[in-house]
């Protein structure tokens, strides 16, 4: 099933959230989860967004705003180079070609934001759904661009992310109260192109966080039960972690058939996977 398709005609079978779920962790060579996105199975619900707003053949312009959010001017406290940023916003273009989507970057609109109270994420933010506290409430009504418009994305490159990146799934965003405010991604800066560490900082964090955003689950949600709601996947038991299978296929699900009836490795060079960013390369045709 491709993201489109998934999106216009499912949308009633995607996520929903759950009250008082935590989301999950994964480990990260940096010490920090891979991503923190609620994983509870689907429950029927009447969400709208996106892409049922338009025909299912026709490519999807995203007008995308970026904002930084800092402790201070140093790259350390958060304060992105243009030149990453650049980069970065190149690579989510083109880790997406050909799959009906482009990111129409509104660079000159750009907000960059030096404010230590606002990297400072609460103790108990991991439970995130359906309470969000009144601190992250503060910092996007000040930020967001595109009001209730479906087709804007807004990025938030904040330095305090106790993860590598965070997004809201698409039924998710419809069981908040305030849709337009926690619509988007937060993403830890520094996995953008050129980050300290060169395990994840090619810039491919947000690339699976979009995924997110768009309607993806993660390629190993219901481990082998294989429930991503996308055929073309094969199952895998649980995320790769923090290590890198690029160079040896690995196979968590060996009774459980993949695409096609086959014997198929975990997906760990998937955009949706829990790779390291030099393995991520793909998304499959079914998630296209």
């Known amino acids: 099933m491709h993201i489109r398709s998934t999106i216009v005609a499912g949308l009633g079978l995607l996520v929903s959230a759950t009250a008082g779920a935590h989301l999950p962790l994964s480990s990260r060579s940096h010490g920090k989860p891979r991503c923190l996105v609620e994983e509870n199975l689907p429950q029927k619900r009447g969400g709208r967004r ?11 312009v995203v007008k995308t705003y970026v904002h930084i959010i800092a402790r201070d001017k140093t790259v350390a406290g958060g304060w992105v180079t243009q030149e990453s940023l650049d980069a970065q916003m190149r690579l989510l273009n083109t880790t997406y070609a050909g799959t009906g989507f482009q990111f129409d970057w509104m660079r000159n609109e750009t907000t960059r934001t030096v404010n230590t109270a606002w990297t400072q994420f609460p103790p108990d933010w991991n439970s995130y759904f359906p309470e969000v ?25 904040n330095v305090g992310l106790p993860a590598a990146g965070v997004a809201v799934l698409i039924d998710q965003q419809g069981e908040l109260d305030d849709f337009g405010i926690f619509d988007g991604a937060i993403i830890d800066p520094s996995t953008m192109p050129g980050g300290p560490d060169p395990l994840i900082n090619e810039g491919k964090t947000v690339t699976h966080e979009v995924g997110h955003w768009v309607g993806l689950y993660h390629t190993f949600q219901g481990g082998c039960a294989d429930m991503d709601l996308v055929q073309d996947t094969p199952p895998a038991r649980a995320p790769a972690g923090g290590f890198s299978f690029c160079d040896r296929p690995y196979n968590t699900c060996i009774d459980s058939l993949g ?30």
């Open 50 to 60: 996106l892409l049922d707003y338009v025909p299912t053949a026709e490519t999807i």
């Open 133 to 157: 506290s009144a601190w992250e409430v503060n910092w996007k009504r000040q930020l967001r661009k595109g009001g209730d418009d479906r087709r804007v994305l807004n990025l938030y490159f």
């Open 259 to 288: 695409p096609n009836g086959s014997d198929a490795p975990d997906p760990n060079d998937n955009f949706m996977s829990y790779s390291t960013d030099p393995c991520m390369a793909r998304f499959t045709p079914g998630q296209m």
